[in-house]
């Protein structure tokens, strides 16, 4: 169903990624635009998110100190709260357990919708600032 392939446009995949989460970031004051999204995301394994041939969205990742950091699931505006974000997910653990490590940490704006469906998944919250909640999944 779904397919990760890795992302060859990273401009491109910045200002998808700058467009999903605007809304974000004037809500916490978040001065960034396309290039500092850009600069952010460059050296992380970025994959495009493609549902039968159809660009959907992008992932990032980082693996670091045995972990695998789930950097960034962006999924286009018209394919969200369909369950293509559990499958993205469900694909980053395979990824992980291939890769040998044994939890996935990542980050998400307190506010963000997304908090739910990692909860839903098994991620659990290990701290949270003003602004973040920081999770992770054994997996």
Not at 124 to 135: G, K, L, N, Q, T
């Amino acid at each position: 169903m779904l397919e990760f392939v890795a992302t060859e446009d990273l401009k491109t995949a910045a200002q998808f990624t700058f467009n999903n989460m605007k809304p974000y970031y004037e809500m916490y004051a978040v001065d960034w635009d396309v290039e500092d999204v850009y600069q952010a995301t460059k050296n992380l394994k970025n994959f495009d998110i493609l549902c039968k041939e159809q660009h959907i969205g992008v992932v990032r990742l980082s693996f670091e100190e045995g972990r695998c950091q789930l950097r960034d699931i962006q999924i286009a505006a018209t394919y969200q709260n369909k369950g293509y974000g559990a499958h993205v997910i469900a694909k980053v653990v395979d990824m992980a357990r291939q890769q040998g490590v044994k939890f996935i940490d990542l980050k998400v704006f307190q506010l963000s919708p997304a908090f739910k469906l990692y909860s839903r998944i098994g991620f659990a919250v290990d701290r949270e600032d003003d602004r973040f909640y920081y999770m992770s999944l054994r997996v």
